[in-house]
């Protein structure tokens, strides 16, 4: 069975504003073909001050940046192959 990772970038105006189509663009770029790893959108998550804001597998994720997005999709590729 396949483990699906859900990953959500927040598009809501201040995580819009603070580069969160830069992350997504990232995240895109780190998932590549790997169809375990779902990167969807979603509205506001409340923590607005502490954006740009990430849910991974339901972890909320706060200052996410192109650097961390991409640690965190390679660390879950390494989980699987291990
Ligand atoms: S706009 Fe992203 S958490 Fe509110």
Redesign the pocket.
């Known amino acids: 069975m396949i483990t699906k990772h859900v990953i959500k970038i927040?598009k809501?105006?201040?995580?819009?504003q603070r580069f969160a189509n830069d992350i997504r663009r990232a995240a895109e770029e780190a998932t590549g073909e790997d169809e375990t790893i779902e990167i969807r959108t979603c509205g506001?998550?409340?923590?607005?001050e502490d954006?740009?804001?990430v849910v991974v597998d339901d972890v909320v994720h706060s200052h996410m940046s192109e650097v961390a997005i991409v640690g965190i999709i390679t660390g879950i590729k390494k989980e699987k192959i291990t």
């Open positions: 927040c809501g105006p201040a995580c819009s506001c998550r409340g923590f607005c954006g740009p804001t």
